[in-house]
Nanobody
Framework: QVQLVESGGGLVQAGGSLRLSCAASGRPFSSYAMGWFRQAPGKEREFVAAISWRGVGTYYADSVKGRFTISRDNAKNTVYLQMNSLKPEDTAVYYC????????????????WGQGTQVTVSS
């Protein structure tokens, strides 16, 4: 079992920045690929970014490429999502997830999920 706890969400104006964190406990963190997903009201959960076990490979949805950066610190069992140039359409609950498939954009490929953190971007 892996437990994931997200933090860092909040209210920010358009053009601003936030950094989300996801702290993991349980099985060795470095054995999991990690991903960030988001779900806006009335919409399906969508892929945002993913990172491989050692952090060498990173993958992004086209909608966030160039604005968001995913990273991980295996010594701290934490994955991050740095979000810059935020837009109102980035408003959603953001979830981190752990799985075994490097770079997957499919939520079904992730075995463990956090409870989510709300990000609200005002115009």
């Amino acid at each position: 079992q892996v437990q994931l706890v997200e933090s860092g969400g909040g209210l920010v104006q358009a053009g601003g920045s936030l950094r989300l964190s996801c702290a993991a406990s349980g099985r060795p963190f470095s054995s999991y690929a990690m991903g960030w997903f988001r779900q806006a009201p009335g919409k399906e959960r969508e892929f945002v970014a993913a990172i491989s076990w050692r952090g060498v490979g990173t993958y992004y949805a086209d909608s966030v490429k160039g604005r968001f950066t995913i990273s991980r610190d295996n010594a701290k069992n934490t994955v991050y999502l740095q979000m810059n140039s935020l837009k109102p359409e980035d408003t959603a609950v953001y979830y981190c997830a752990a799985g075994h498939y490097r770079g997957s954009y499919r939520s079904d490929d992730y075995d463990y999920w956090g409870q989510g953190t709300q990000v609200t971007v005002s115009s």
